[in-house]
């Protein structure tokens, strides 16, 4: 029997399935680009062909999108990220005691003592030290994102960028530039940068106790892990599947689930590559907070509502 994970957010929707023993069988890391059904049904379409609707024992959905992708597939476990990323970190080691975890448009810091979690930070307000800020600045430094890191690595003196805010910090690049530092110098003190402000601000006030795992796409950045390292003065580890830990998380839970409650599975199947899903957005007049509520359709029939501050509309599948 194989068990299904999926974490949507913001920027990329992954998916995986594992065998009993928690391999992973598939790992997709698709683009949500702001359609999150459609990055599903784009992961489905090559699942398809591999598996059977009968070969999926249990699904868990974590992620921003967790709730709209729970209501879609047929999930059987629906857990935030922060559950769903120390699950997975402390079933392949379970002497983790932090986890950094960097995604596309947020970071968290999760801490962990004897099996549980301790404690946690996110920031999802500023930008700076995500995946689409570092992406940007590939860009416009004309460089590979998968080779960013490495030129941080060929520094020989970092410059020192401005790290707290997404906008100084690309002002303080271009401004280094026109001083004439070297493009391995601004990477690597743009890494410091982050790295700081990551310290500063979401791991604020708080121990940070090896091991220590790196998690989320961000991982990828090898000059971004080397900062970690020097300012923690700790080895960092990277995991193999960094950038799905998240999805496996949710694979494991709902693993777990069903062996705990000997259930049947809720899933809807690989079919749903056929439906054609369609939003609609109203105002709740219920009272005064006028929410916009967003209505799902699939096949004409209901799929669920989200977006309502109460649980009025909200009743599909909770968290």
């Known amino acids: 029997m194989y068990y299904m994970g999926v974490d949507v ?7 995986v399935i594992v065998d009993e023993k928690i391999n992973v069988l598939e790992s997709l890391y698709l683009r949500t680009k702001g359609r999150p059904i459609n990055a599903i049904q784009e992961g489905f379409k090559f699942l398809k062909d591999q ?8 699904v868990g959905t974590t992620g921003s999108g ?4 729970a209501s879609i597939i047929g999930a059987d476990v629906v857990k935030n990220e922060i559950t769903s990323h120390a699950v997975a970190a ?18 968290k810091i999760i801490l962990l003592q004897d099996g549980v979690v301790l404690d ?4 999802t307000v500023c930008a700076a030290g995500t995946g689409s800020f570092l992406d940007r600045q590939a860009s416009r430094l004309d460089i590979p994102i998968d080779e960013f890191g490495n030129y941080a690595l060929e520094s020989k ?23 004439g530092y070297s493009n391995p110098d601004i990477i690597k003190g743009l890494c410091n940068a982050l790295v700081r402000n990551y310290l500063n601000n979401v791991a604020k006030g708080k121990d940070i106790h090896p091991k220590i795992f790196f998690q989320g796409g ?43 409650n ?17 939003s609609k957005s109203f105002e709740c007049t219920g009272c005064p907070n006028r929410c916009e509520v967003v209505k799902i359709l699939g096949s004409k029939k209901i799929i669920g509502f989200f977006g309502g501050r109460c649980e009025k509309w909200n009743k599909t599948i909770s968290a």
């Open 9 to 15: 957010g913001s920027v990329s929707t992954d998916i």
């Open 51 to 58: 598996y059977k609707d009968t070969d999926i024992a249990a």
């Open 66 to 69: 967790r709730q709209i992708a």
């Open 90 to 107: 402390l079933y392949l080691d379970p002497d983790v005691r932090t986890i950094i975890e960097i995604g596309g448009q947020d970071s």
């Open 120 to 123: 946690f930070a996110m920031n």
């Open 157 to 179: 003196s970092p410059a020192r960028i401005a790290g707290r805010c997404a906008v100084f910090a690309e002002s303080d690049m271009i401004h280094k530039q026109q001083l």
């Open 218 to 260: 961000v991982a990828a950045n090898i000059g971004i892990k080397n900062a970690f390292e020097e300012a923690l003065e700790e080895k960092v580890v990277v995991p193999k599947n960094f950038k799905v830990m998240g999805a496996i998380g949710a694979a494991i839970l709902s693993k777990e689930k069903l062996e705990r």
């Open 262 to 278: 000997n259930m049947t599975t809720n899933f809807n199947g690989f079919d749903l590559i056929n439906i054609n899903f369609v």
